[in-house]
């Protein structure tokens, strides 16, 4: 199980720098703003990483956290693309919340799982 979670927070960390460093017209949209799909998107890769490695938590944070600003930084030499510190916020909350939940969701589990039935 911890493969494939790494598989897919590597994956959704790649469609990431995609859709924010690749052709606008390429990126997905949905009907929630521009700041609902950045936190949605960071969410899930926090949540994904934060899942993935239960035991380096504190780097996979550091690591979320410093794609997350990567990726803005990035932006600068993207055509098309501008890089904000607002962005950077968005993201890097939305992903700490994510990272927040995983935690939560182990904590949940492993303590169901020491209770006698």
């Not at 494939?4 to 990126?27: D, E, K, M, N, Y």
């Not at 949605?40 to 780097?59: K, N, Q």
């Not at 932006?75 to 607002?86: D, E, K, T, Y």
């Amino acid at each position: 199980m911890t493969i494939f979670l790494r598989i897919v927070a590597w994956g959704l960390a790649a469609a990431i720098a995609f859709a924010t460093l690749g052709p606008a017209q390429r990126r997905p949209h949905i009907n929630i703003g521009q700041n609902g799909e950045h936190a949605l998107a960071f969410v899930l890769l926090g949540l994904a990483f934060g899942l993935a490695y239960t035991r380096g938590r504190s780097l996979a944070a550091a690591l979320v956290i410093a794609f997350t600003g990567l990726i803005e930084v990035l932006q600068f030499a993207a055509p098309g693309r501008h890089a904000r510190l607002s962005d950077f916020v968005v993201d890097a909350l939305a992903a700490s919340l994510g990272l927040v939940a995983a935690a939560a969701l182990d904590w949940m589990v492993r303590r169901a799982q020491r209770s006698p039935s």
